[in-house]
């Protein structure tokens, strides 16, 4: 009832409407309680850890008691506490301004889970305040084992813990973002409000995903959720799964760039996969070229167009349907090459000729001096 109050105060105080009066008493008889249920869950999973906390610094390195044996007695108490700072949260926010450092547009989650560190803080023993308790990793591996041992033995069940959180954040929601105060006159207003109210839950419609949400996130989840069918992101023709997409589009994408088959003689292209055939074939020409530049390294380019020339005039049309890669393709050529006999680069046979012509006029210097 106490919050409810502050609740009112803090509507008139934001200009909000006044609320339809009731046989003169300011309440309605009926209002919605709906809210934002994937927050609420989110702050509930706050709890454990928090309490954990608690417990394994009051018990450090005492002997005589655990973290189990403070348990039950420290959740009742971190209730209390973080409920009682919750009721008190508006009031000190915006009425008698104790806190104005605090953040007023602070998410829920935030705001409750400060109260929880708090409580924790609160709850740490001597010495656990004057060690290196506090630092140490195997503090963080005490409280994530205790965690793990509370949920084993359902200590606290979710169901209840969510019980909490809704009161918490109804309590700190100074905004109405996250839950509905909308109250009515009827039950049938309030019926017909709840069939489309923003905070109404729902589950995800696409198949395999079992998270529940409000209905206003329903856009924000479905524009990340991983069961979501959708267009493959290289735009290809197929429809994939999101969480599945990565592994798509690296592995069987046709759309997928891999390097030309010919990319350790030359061929520095990056083809999509589903073209690469297309590839080939349209760069025939030069991938011939950069095979006989493979097989001939010393030969001058000039010489090299010659014997492509004289190769592809023997290429066959199942020939050019094999080459498709390095090794056929070199293969191909080198039978050719055998076919048509050893190649004679001209430019080697002018070297030879020059050279020989040189020689003769060294020993027949006389045809110079005429």
Known sequence: METSLSMESLAIKTDHKPEKIENGKGVPLFHCDLYDTELVHKIAQAFLPGISTACVDNTSGDIF??????????????????????????????????????????NPYDIISDFVDDFATLKRNLLSRVSGWLLSEKREDKIDDFVQEMEINGFWLTDKREAIAQTLLKNVDFKNEYHCN?????????????????????????????????????????????????????????????????????????????????????????IPHGVLDQHCSNNLHAHLLYVLRSIHKKTCEEDLEQRLNQVEKELSPSQLAKARDLRSLTTIVKDIETKLGPFKPKKENKDKEEKVETLNLVDEPEKFES
């Open 65 to 106: 008691r655990t973290p189990a044996s403070v348990a039950a007695e420290f959740r009742k108490e971190m209730v209390d506490y973080i409920t009682q700072r919750s009721e008190s949260f508006v009031a000190e926010t915006f009425v008698l301004g104790d806190v104005p450092e605090v953040d007023v547009s602070g």
């Open 182 to 270: 909308m109250r009515f006159d009827s039950a049938e207003e309030l019926t017909e409000h709840v069939g489309s109210c923003g905070f109404r839950s729902m589950n995800c419609e696409n198949e395999g995903c079992n998270a529940m949400f409000s209905t206003r996130h329903r856009e924000k989840h479905d524009s990340g959720c991983p069961f979501k069918i959708i267009l493959c992101e290289q735009k290809c023709s197929d429809r994939i799964m999101r969480r599945d997409m990565d592994r798509h589009c690296i592995t069987v994408c046709p759309m997928r760039l891999v390097s030309c088959p010919f990319y350790s003689v030359g061929c520095q292209s990056a």
